[in-house]
């Protein structure tokens, strides 16, 4: 991050004597005391400090989402290569491979997606498609990676209203429907109003919350963690 070449060397500590708060600046072994009267320096620091986190919050994440990609190239699995040879594909086939096969074909299959705000499309994923936010395409890498179908803003037809869900997934071995919406700015008000109905219609229609709705939130404060998503992932479909 460029921008932290832009402040001071060394990092800020405080001491603490009752109500008294000392800040200095810790720099090659020397510790430097900020006068009173030179708030603007311990603020500065306090800001380098912050974008440090931020950067190692970055960091981890990027590995996190790196060692999901490496998943996708491993070879395939001695019960994969059984279930595409032929001979015993074609034994197997009424046991194990019914509801993968209809998975399969539904995860290919064309289907009406949302048609408002194509501008907003800016964030290309693993398929070529492209999502409208960086934490849509973290939890669309981590459902391919883990081999589990889904649809982008798949029309839903709710009575007579439609909804666009952010993702419709089936579950890879029950094959059962479910929906993850992802709410990108929870500490926008009319934003979060506009959540609070949508998880209202899913309720009123049967769809219920962590059952089979699941939903993410985030806020400028409080990014989604990947870590987050892998756990749902895990608790749900795995």
Not at 178 to 194: I, L, R, S, T
């Amino acid at each position: 991050m460029e921008r932290l070449q832009t402040y001071p060397a060394g990092k800020l500590i405080y001491s603490q004597n009752g109500k008294h708060k000392k800040w200095y600046i810790s720099c090659d072994g020397e510790k430097i005391y900020i006068p009173s009267n030179q708030k603007n320096t311990a603020v500065s620091m306090a800001e380098k400090k912050y974008y440090e986190v931020m950067l190692q919050d970055i960091v981890q994440e990027k590995r996190a989402i790196q060692s999901y990609l490496d998943l996708c190239n491993k070879e395939q699995t001695g019960e994969e290569q059984l279930l595409e040879t032929a001979v015993y594909a074609e034994l197997l086939k009424k046991v194990f491979t019914s509801v993968n096969t209809e998975i399969a074909e539904w995860e290919k299959q064309d289907y009406e997606r949302c048609p408002k705000y194509p501008e907003q499309l800016i964030h290309p994923i693993f398929n070529g498609q492209k999502v409208r936010s960086k934490s849509e395409a973290i939890i669309a890498t981590m459902l391919h990676v883990n081999k589990i179908p889904f649809h982008y803003e798949e029309a839903l037809h709710l009575g007579k209203r439609v909804i666009y869900p952010d993702f419709t997934i089936r579950h890879p071995v029950t094959g059962q429907i479910y929906y993850w919406e992802h709410f990108g700015m929870m500490d926008n008000e009319n934003y979060a109003q506009v959540a609070f109905r949508k998880m209202q219609l899913y309720n009123i229609n049967g769809i219920m919350l962590s059952d089979t709705l699941l939903a993410t939130y985030e806020s400028e404060e409080a990014p989604l963690k990947s870590n987050i998503v892998e756990n749902m992932i895990q608790q749900y479909f795995l």
